[in-house]
């Protein structure tokens, strides 16, 4: 199994984005996320981790689900937030989706696993 640590950058974002799509064969470790507001205005920002992964043995065999890291998460003027303060394991398919109420550049750090 190869590890590759890798940097996703977009800048800009205002409305709801793909970040980052999970390849097939590859399980992917979030391990910082950054948003930050280049604007001159407070912005709100939510982070939506997309996921569809389903087949698990016993109890735990149920479809996830899209859920909310943050929501509506305020920035203020000319800074920037972490979002994590852990990890996140994102599975095959699996998106991190970002939408903000302005300009808001994002820095996400992972580790791919193939």
């Known amino acids: 199994m190869a590890n590759t640590f890798k940097v996703v950058t977009k800048a800009g974002v205002t409305t709801l984005d793909d970040i980052?799509?999970?390849?097939?064969?590859?399980?992917?470790?979030?391990?910082?996320?950054?948003?930050?507001?280049?604007t001159g205005s407070q912005v709100t920002a939510t982070v939506t981790l997309s996921?569809?992964?389903?087949?698990?043995?016993?109890?735990?065999?149920?479809?996830?689900?899209?859920?909310?890291?943050?929501?509506s998460v305020p920035i203020p003027a000319n800074s920037s937030l972490s979002v994590l303060d852990g990890k996140i394991v994102m599975?095959?398919?699996d998106i991190l989706?970002?939408?903000?109420?302005?300009?808001?550049?994002?820095?996400?750090s992972i580790l791919e696993q193939t």
């Open 20 to 38: 980052y799509t999970v390849a097939a064969s590859t399980t992917t470790i979030i391990i910082g996320l950054v948003l930050g507001n280049t």
């Open 51 to 71: 996921s569809d992964t389903a087949g698990r043995a016993g109890n735990n065999d149920e479809a996830n689900q899209d859920v909310e890291i943050v929501t």
């Open 91 to 93: 599975e095959a398919t």
């Open 97 to 108: 989706k970002v939408s903000a109420s302005g300009a808001t550049d994002v820095i996400l």
